[in-house]
């Protein structure tokens, strides 16, 4: 692979880079509640336009469907990316349009350009390579070389990530080559006993990943939405909890297979369960209560692991040598459903372990509970992308960096 140092040397005055981001920020309308993934990308665009680049920012914000939806626009992530920066950005109103062309035009040298979320484009996230590559060719229009930096989203086979490098000369940006350089330890050269921390929303993503790292993993932490698709392979209600119903015997599969290897597979033994998702806006009181995992009543949400889960999980993080942890215990967003998130993250913090946080929520979570994030050994800007990465995968946007 070509990294980013190889295009500065032979020198970018004048040349238009399409910097392939991740700046899929959480938002709380357009207000941007964590600016991390738009810091970790800042080394690579302030480098180009430093050189007199002509840089030209991409990336998807949530997922709206393949059409343009304000409430995913990334007006807010380009008005902070000028802030943190220091200077003007300019923000073009489409992707690939007369916006972003007029914008791409009017770039000087040194300028810096975002333009609209790349999912509001049906190519971006086809399965149709035709239609991903007729979308790629429009993109290829915007600039004449390619700086591949989003690393949240190198495990999607999307038209940014991995028909768009094959059209122009590309290169690896800073945040990918230190994701992947944080990352290869883990799967190279792992210190054990090595335990992975599992939780947060997007469960059939996650639940596949599992099948992998019961071969890696000495012990692994199921908290978070997943936890109930658990709880249910084991026979107990789970009230409205969220469910992954067609994975069940895939999650049954996985029990067995852990006590039949011996690797420890530590879930809740108890959850703080409400009437509803909580109001994540007014953050009204949920007036939770504790249950025991197998006592969950069938009226009832589980939103966070309990107090015992807790002090359970605390203590399975302790002789850890590794630890990685992708997807919040709960719905951290809601201060009555943190405590499960902070207990994990303050393990983590208390132990001698080289500990990865992987994941745009994680991480998020990590830095709006109050915790140092310099105090964690790395926090990865890729939640699925980390885990594939662990997985062993072959992720479409890093095979498509290669020469
Ligand atoms: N029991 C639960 N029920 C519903 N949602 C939950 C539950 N526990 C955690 N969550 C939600 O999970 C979300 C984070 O999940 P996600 O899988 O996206 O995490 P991530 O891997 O850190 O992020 P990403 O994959 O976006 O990088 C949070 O918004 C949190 O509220
Ligand atoms: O949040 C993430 O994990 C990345 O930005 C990728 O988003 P996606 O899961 O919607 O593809």
Do not use: C
């Amino acid at each position: 692979m070509k990294t980013i140092d190889e295009l500065l040397a032979a020198g970018v005055t004048g040349t238009r880079v399409f910097v392939r981001a991740d700046l899929n920020v959480p938002l709380d309308g357009t207000r941007i509640t964590d600016d991390g993934r738009i810091r970790a990308v800042l080394p690579t665009v302030k480098a180009l336009a430093d050189a007199g680049a002509k840089v030209v920012v991409a990336s998807h914000l949530g997922r709206p469907k393949g059409a343009p939806d304000p409430a995913f626009s990334l007006a807010p992530a380009a008005a902070r990316l000028g802030e943190l920066l220091g200077t003007e950005v300019a923000f073009a109103t489409d992707t690939v349009g007369d916006s972003a062309l007029a914008t791409v035009d009017g770039l000087a040298d040194g300028g810096v350009a975002v333009v609209e979320n790349l999912r509001f484009n049906a190519g971006e996230t086809s399965k149709d390579d035709v239609e991903r590559g007729a979308f790629a060719d429009r993109l290829a229009e915007l600039a004449d070389v390619y700086v591949g930096d989003g690393f949240g989203a190198v495990h999607r086979k999307h038209a940014s990530v991995f028909d768009l490098p094959a059209r122009l000369p590309h290169y690896v940006g800073f945040l990918i080559a230190t994701e992947v350089g944080v990352l290869k330890k883990l799967t190279d050269d792992v210190q054990r006993p090595y335990v992975v921390a599992l939780g947060g929303a997007k469960v059939s993503d996650k639940l596949a990943v599992i099948d992998e790292l019961l071969k890696k993993a000495d012990r692994i932490l199921i908290g978070g939405g997943m936890a109930y698709t658990f709880l249910k392979a084991k026979g107990y209600e789970i009230g409205s909890s969220l469910l992954q119903e067609d994975q069940v015997p895939v999650v049954v599969e996985y029990i067995e297979r852990a006590e039949k290897t011996g690797v420890e597979l530590v879930l809740p033994v108890d959850a703080l369960v409400g009437a509803a998702f909580p109001d994540l806006k007014t953050k009204a009181p949920a007036n939770p209560t504790a249950v025991a995992a197998d006592a969950i009543p069938a009226d009832r949400m589980g939103l966070d692991i309990g107090p015992e889960s807790r002090k359970l999980y605390a203590s399975k993080l302790t002789d850890a040598a590794t630890v990685f942890w992708n997807g919040p215990m709960g719905v951290f967003e809601h201060p009555d459903y943190a405590e499960g998130t902070k207990a994990v993250a303050q393990a983590l913090l208390d132990s001698p372990a080289f500990t990865v946080v992987g994941g745009g929520d994680s991480a998020a979570a990590v830095r709006l509970l109050g915790f140092d994030e310099n105090a964690f050994g790395h926090i990865s800007t890729g939640g699925g992308a980390s885990l594939e990465y662990l997985e062993g995968k072959t992720l479409p946007g890093l095979a498509a960096l290669e020469d």
